[in-house]
Nanobody, 122 residues
Framework: QVQPVESGGGLVQAGGSLRLSCAAS????????MGWFRQTPGKEREFVAA????????YYADSVKGRFTISKDNAKNTVYLQVNSLKPEDTAVYYC???????????????WGQGTQVSVSS
């Protein structure tokens, strides 16, 4: 079992930045992908970015390319999401999750954190 725990959310003004962290405890993340998703009330969970734990390849949703950066620290079993040039429409609860697949589909992720709130004011 893998237990992701997110942190780093907060309230920022438009144009600001945050660094979200996801510390994953439990089983090894070898051969896994770690993904970030976000969700607003009444909407489905939306893929943001993913990273291959072993190879380090990264994948992004078109809406965040050039503004968000996903990275990892193998020694700390931690995944990061640097979010820059934030817009009000980025306001959401951001979740971290684990998958065995390179996927942007939330249903293919099996272990999820509790989420961290990001709020962007205009």
């Amino acid at each position: 079992q893998v237990q992701p725990v997110e942190s780093g959310g907060g309230l920022v003004q438009a144009g600001g930045s945050l660094r979200l962290s996801c510390a994953a405890s439990g089983r090894t993340l070898r051969n896994s992908y770690m993904g970030w998703f976000r969700q607003t009330p009444g909407k489905e969970r939306e893929f943001v970015a993913a990273i291959s734990w072993s190879g380090g390849s990264t994948y992004y949703a078109d809406s965040v390319k050039g503004r968000f950066t996903i990275s990892k620290d193998n020694a700390k079993n931690t995944v990061y999401l640097q979010v820059n040039s934030l817009k009000p429409e980025d306001t959401a609860v951001y979740y971290c999750a684990r998958s065995y697949y390179n996927s942007s589909t939330s249903g293919q992720y099996d272990y999820w954190g509790q989420g961290t709130q990001v709020s962007v004011s205009s």
